[in-house]
């Protein structure tokens, strides 16, 4: 059900005033009992008492031509956009602190409804924060959940992708408007989500550009939408703690996956379990945070994953492979082999599928688990 045009235009003039964000909003409708109508139907001395000034006047009498741009946005197929008070607007994004005045979204809307879990981290992924991500990624999916992260490069590319790979549904919440997309390089990535019956989301206005204080504002909506945000790889100074930090404020569940301490990507959740986030190995350690939703579902089976390496060839030389990429000569020198023999033992691995080449050396793939 799409808002009246001109009521609609009212949620895009209150949106457009200069000085009035979401706080502010929210404050000047609650006198009116939340009804916008009621809000523009005051004199222009009943609104100063509430605190506007003469220029904020002038922008709520004489709308500017970003209301008339919104409103033929939304007239387009597959646009929408939806206001604070719609029946489309998520109820639990409604709860938060600074809700979005309006939502521009394209794809099906159908996605809002969803149960989503957030899953964020750093734009320079080591090889097993991206493992660890695309593997968790298939398992909620698999458990019903839909993925919401924020487009950008690194670990939010790796769960979209997944996501649509595991035939599931990811919602992608931009830090730019919808027709200015930021990264460029995730142009293919945003499309293949809405084919996938996904959803773009966005609080800009969709000319507005990509801004570095527009993605702290992103993330209190990444956070906001969801159940909970589990943060798969991030780095002390990451903006993924940032979203973390609004899933606290918010109430949500915050969920981190542990790093070696070597891994300076890791040290971000590492900090986030210390101070009390879940450690997260599998969707289970999430659902069982998430008893409702659990309840209704069930997770997927998995086929076990070898306990040994008894049978792959040269298992002592693979002790001295990590999940990050290892230089061949940092595995000469543990295993105190030649590198030629080295090397040798590292292509059998690899036709074993126990390690992958990579930029770097070698990364130890995860059928090979031991214990």
């Known amino acids: 059900m799409r808002l009246p ?49 003469e220029q904020q006047l002038r922008q709520l009498r004489w709308p500017g031509p970003e209301v008339e741009q919104g409103l033929r946005w939304a007239s387009q197929p597959g646009h929408h956009l939806i206001c604070l008070n719609s029946p489309q607007y998520p109820s639990l994004l409604q709860e938060i602190p600074a809700a979005p005045l309006l939502l521009y979204c394209r794809g099906d809307l159908a996605a809002l409804a969803l149960p989503q879990l957030a899953m964020v981290g750093t734009r320079h992924p080591t090889h097993a924060g991206k493992d660890n991500a695309a593997r968790l990624c298939a398992e909620l999916v698999e458990c019903g959940l839909a993925i919401t992260s924020g487009l950008a490069l690194g670990i939010d590319g790796v769960c979209h992708q997944q996501a649509l790979a595991t035939g599931g549904t990811t919602l992608a919440v931009l830090g730019s408007g919808l027709d200015c997309l930021y990264p460029k390089r995730h142009q293919g990535l945003a499309e293949q989500v809405l084919v996938q019956g996904g959803l773009l989301i966005s609080e800009l206005a969709p000319d507005k550009g990509a801004l570095a204080e527009h993605f702290p504002r992103r993330n209190r909506i990444i956070s906001g939408l969801s159940l909970g945000t589990l943060v798969v790889e991030a780095a002390e100074q990451s903006g993924s703690l940032i979203t973390a930090r ?20 890791a040290a971000g959740c590492n900090r986030l379990i210390q101070q009390g986030a879940k450690l997260v190995l599998t969707a ?20 076990p994953e070898p306990s040994h390496n008894s049978e792959l060839p040269y298992a002592d030389l693979l002790d001295n492979v990590d999940y990050e990429a290892t230089s061949v000569d940092t595995v000469a020198e543990r295993s105190r082999l030649p590198v030629e023999q080295v090397l040798g033992r590292l292509v059998e691995l690899e036709l074993a599928g126990a390690v992958m080449a990579v930029a770097g050396g070698y990364v130890r793939t995860r059928r090979a688990n031991h214990v």
């Open 5 to 53: 045009p001109d009521r609609l235009a009212l949620w895009l003039t209150l949106n457009a005033v200069s000085g009035i964000g979401p706080v502010t909003a929210s404050r000047l409708l609650s006198h009116c009992q939340g009804d916008i109508e009621a809000l523009f139907a005051r004199d222009d001395g009943q609104l100063r008492a509430m605190g506007l000034n």
């Open 246 to 265: 609004y899933a606290l404020e918010q109430g949500r569940e915050v969920f981190a996956v542990p790093g070696a301490p070597q891994n300076p990507q």
């Open 284 to 303: 289970a350690d999430i659902l069982e945070e998430l008893p409702t939703l659990a309840a209704a579902m069930r997770p997927a089976e998995h086929s």
